[in-house]
């Protein structure tokens, strides 16, 4: 069965520098989810989009920035970076209406030097 | 918003023997009590669940019961395996704050063959 796809997979980036992930859900799922998971931290919630709009935030920085676009994949897009941006940057989907259950991709690691 | 606190943060048990992690919840309206399991460098995957509606699910090796009225879920993992060590996450979420997860702090689970 299709997973939900992150690209890409590793990233290395210099304070000051943009960045920017992408997320492609599993098909059908109208809802994506950005998680950021610092090392040896849980999983923390930034931002959601339901139906290309934008449906819960969470402690996202004011630096980043996402959407969710027509085809339903979703893009994270970082700027300023500093050496506190290095994480797991996470994305999982559902559709609404269905369980509560998220499905995860496996990671972007964001490494800034 | 909903705050999860998870207990142990590690835990190290021989093979064949049981584990248990508790987990407790801040807002009454979360309905739905997943467990991921996190591999290194690997996204979250979903082990088992429960709703609020039941007190208790079981799938083989694995069990997770919740007391809605006292807030506290807890996962049991009996005649545990080498494979099983992972680290294990809680969460919570309420339909009506869009399925979005808030997750425990994590459990470093090591099984010693």
């Known amino acids: 069965a299709a997973g939900v796809i992150q690209s890409p997979r590793h990233l290395i980036k210099e304070k000051r520098e943009t960045a920017t992930l992408k997320c492609y859900p599993i098909?059908?799922?109208?809802?994506v989810y950005w998680y950021q998971q610092g090392p040896g931290q849980d999983p923390q919630f930034l931002i959601s989009?339901?139906?290309?709009?934008?449906?819960d935030k969470g402690s996202i920085p004011d630096r980043f920035s996402a959407q969710q676009f027509s085809d339903y994949h979703s893009e994270l897009n970082m700027s300023s970076l500093e050496l506190g941006d290095s994480a797991l940057y996470f994305c999982?989907?559902?559709?609404?209406?269905?369980?509560?259950?998220?499905?995860f991709g496996e990671g972007s690691r964001l490494t800034v030097l | 918003g909903e705050n999860v606190e998870q207990h142990p943060s590690t835990l190290s048990v021989q093979e064949g023997d049981s584990a248990v992690i508790k987990c407790t919840y801040s807002?009454?309206?979360?309905?739905?009590f997943p467990w991921y399991k996190q591999e290194l460098g690997k996204g979250p995957q979903l082990i088992i669940d429960?709703?609020?509606?039941?007190g208790e699910k079981k799938d083989q090796r694995i069990a997770v019961t919740l007391n809605k009225t006292a807030k506290h879920f807890s996962l049991h993992i009996t005649e545990t395996q080498p494979e099983d060590s992972a680290v294990y996450f809680c969460?919570?979420?309420?339909?009506?704050?869009?399925?979005?997860?808030?997750f425990g702090g994590g459990t470093r689970v090591l099984v010693k063959p």
């Open positions: 999982a989907s559902n559709k609404q209406g269905e369980t509560g259950e998220l499905f």
């Open positions: 098909p059908r799922h109208d809802t």
């Open positions: 989009f339901y139906e290309k709009m934008q449906s």
């Open positions: 807002d009454s309206a979360s309905n739905y």
């Open positions: 429960i709703r609020s509606n039941v």
């Open positions: 969460a919570a979420s309420a339909k009506a704050a869009g399925n979005k997860l808030t």
